[in-house]
Nanobody, 123 residues
């Protein structure tokens, strides 16, 4: 079992930055690939970014490429999402997710989820 707790969300103006954190506990964090997903009101949950267990491979949705960066620190059992140049369309609840070993891009391939953190970008 893995428990995930997100933090770092909030209200920011367009063009601003936020850094989301996800702290993991339970099973060995370094064996898990980690992903960030988001869900806006009335929309389906969508992939944002993912990173493999070693941190050597990352993937970002086209909508956030060049603006968001995912990273991890296995010594701290944490994964991060640095979000720059935020846009109003980035407004959503952001979720951290975990799955064993290999990086995947779809929500239904992740086994563990955090409770989410709200990100609101004002225009």
């Amino acid at each position: 079992q893995v428990q995930l707790v997100e933090s770092g969300g909030g209200l920011v103006q367009a063009g601003g930055s936020l850094r989301l954190s996800c702290a993991a506990s339970g099973r060995t964090f370094s064996t898990f690939a980690m992903g960030w997903f988001r869900q806006a009101p009335g929309k389906e949950r969508e992939f944002v970014s993912a990173i493999n267990w070693r941190g050597s491979t990352t993937n970002h949705a086209d909508s956030v490429k060049g603006r968001f960066t995912i990273s991890r620190d296995n010594a701290k059992n944490s994964v991060y999402l640095q979000m720059n140049s935020l846009k109003p369309e980035d407004t959503a609840v952001y979720y951290c997710a975990a799955r064993l070993l290999s990086l995947k891009l779809t929500a239904n391939e992740y086994d563990y989820w955090g409770q989410g953190t709200q990100v609101t970008v004002s225009s």
